[in-house]
């Protein structure tokens, strides 16, 4: 049985800038430094919105990013995939799409997959271009958090961010982690 997760965040289109007035979307949270500029723009082009986040500092060791947390549950055992839309804007350090898997024991949270792009970044100008990132689930996994996000300085747009179930003979895009025990 196939799992869809359909989120609210459906965007097309270049924004010129933050637009503080329009609503922050419910269920998600901000990362990384506070000086980055996270938020929904509304577009020229109509009605339409989209997430934008924007650097200002070229240092590529710091970021600003987005991202929400849902139970593992429905994927466990499987593969999750989280797909995407992104546009750049003069970006030096790298844009993407990001994904952890989580277990949690005795209130601890621990680390089973991660991926953040980091190996294949969005740089420079681009026009909007899907992108994935593709994860096992481990049968231990408690939850998924899930996102985007900027590295340095430039600006991003991110659209139709969807996650779903992958087939079972999608490709991994992160390396594994250390194993420590568990799954």
């Not at 924004?15 to 430094?33: F, I, M």
């Not at 509304?42 to 970021?63: H, K, N, Q, S, Y």
């Not at 996650?163 to 594994?176: G, K, L, Y």
Request: glycine share 12%.
């Amino acid at each position: 049985m196939k799992h869809r997760l359909l989120l609210w965040l459906l965007f097309l289109g270049a924004a010129p800038a933050l637009a503080e007035e329009l609503p922050w979307p419910s269920g998600w949270a901000r990362y990384g430094d506070p000086g980055f500029e996270i938020g929904v723009v509304a577009l020229e082009a109509g009605e339409e919105r989209a997430l934008m986040i924007a650097g200002r500092t070229p240092a590529a060791d710091r970021f600003g990013a987005i991202g929400q947390t849902i139970d593992a549950e429905r994927f466990r055992g499987g593969k999750v995939r989280l797909t995407g839309l992104i546009r750049t804007e003069t970006v030096d350090g790298g844009a993407g799409l990001w994904m952890r898997i989580d277990a949690s024991d005795d209130g601890e949270a621990t680390v089973l997959r991660f991926d953040n792009m980091a190996a294949r970044p969005v740089q420079g100008d681009t026009r909007w271009a899907r992108y994935e990132v593709i994860l096992d689930v481990p049968p231990a996994a408690t939850a998924i958090t899930f996102g985007a996000l900027l590295r340095g300085a430039g600006s991003a747009w991110f659209d139709e961010l969807l996650v779903d179930e992958a087939p079972m003979d999608a490709r991994i895009t992160a390396m594994p982690l250390p194993r420590h025990g568990g799954s």
